[in-house]
């Protein structure tokens, strides 16, 4: 599959993949509200828990602004039924095993093509790209990132 950078002004390719009870989720049924789909490298790291966790905190903010939040990474829906329950997340995880979505996406790796890359993207209710972010390191980030995007 070839990989195509997302840039802003693209509109959200359509894909269906399993969350963490292994139902399917048609990322079409969201058109009409904000998406925030967020890429991370592993359930239960450090920066990933982190990560997960500022998007926990600030979940009812976004859901006000009109948002719908997804984590999104390479473990398997067991793997992400654990990390949801333990963080209490009330937000989705999608499971894209074969880093199909990321490489759709044009999600980089990090660290020499080793490790998953961290990064944000924001659509519109109209499934256009609005913002994408981008930082390994400064996982907490991410969510300032998206409630200033979709604050505005």
Do not use: W
């Amino acid at each position: 599959m070839a990989v195509k950078k997302l840039i802003v002004g693209d509109h959200l390719p359509h894909f269906i993949m399993n969350d963490e009870n292994h139902i399917p989720v048609d990322i079409s049924t969201f058109h009409g509200k904000y998406l925030i789909l967020f890429f991370y490298p592993k359930d239960e790291t450090p920066g990933c828990i982190k990560e997960a966790c500022s998007f926990r905190d600030s979940y009812k903010d976004l859901e006000d602004a009109g948002a719908v939040v997804f984590g999104i990474s390479g473990d398997n829906p067991d793997s992400h039924e654990r990390f949801k329950t333990k963080h209490k997340l009330p937000f989705h995880l999608l499971s894209d095993t074969g880093n199909e979505l990321r490489h759709l996406l044009g999600v980089p790796f990090d660290l020499f093509g080793l490790l998953p890359g961290r990064v944000t993207y924001i659509f519109d209710p109209a499934g256009c790209l609005v913002h994408v972010f981008k930082s390994q390191l400064s996982p907490e980030k991410h969510v300032k990132e998206a409630l200033k995007i979709i604050g505005s």
